[in-house]
Nanobody, 116 residues
Framework: EVLLVESGGGLVQPGGSLRLSCVVSGIVLATYDMNWFRQAPGKGPEWVSAIKSGGGSTYYADSVKGRFTISRDHAKNTMYLQMNSLKPEDSGVYYC?????????RGQGTQVTVSS
């Protein structure tokens, strides 16, 4: 069974930082393209960042470029999203996601709230 488990969310003031983790089991993380998505209340999912399998090229939505950094730890089979200079509009539930045999698979999500 493949499991993706996100953690690290919380309440943070504008300008603050958080690091999200996505612990993956059942697959070798480095052999899959991985993504972070977020969803704010009343809105659809928004793609945030991706890290490609193999060489690990990274990609970011324009809204987070320069503030967020995606990475992975092969030994821990874990993906991270370092989020700096957080803004209220970054609030939402953050999910890690991948495609398994063409089917989107994600974790349960972790809540991020940016508010003073």
């Amino acid at each position: 069974e493949v499991l993706l488990v996100e953690s690290g969310g919380g309440l943070v003031q504008p300008g603050g930082s958080l690091r999200l983790s996505c612990v993956v089991s059942g697959i070798v993380l480095a052999t899959y393209d991985m993504n972070w998505f977020r969803q704010a209340p009343g809105k659809g999912p928004e793609w945030v960042s991706a890290i490609k399998s193999g060489g690990g090229s990274t990609y970011y939505a324009d809204s987070v470029k320069g503030r967020f950094t995606i990475s992975r730890d092969h030994a821990k089979n874990t993906m991270y999203l370092q989020m700096n200079s957080l803004k209220p509009e970054d609030s939402g539930v953050y999910y890690c996601s991948t495609l398994l045999s063409g089917t989107p698979t994600r974790g349960q999500g972790t809540q991020v709230t940016v508010s003073s």
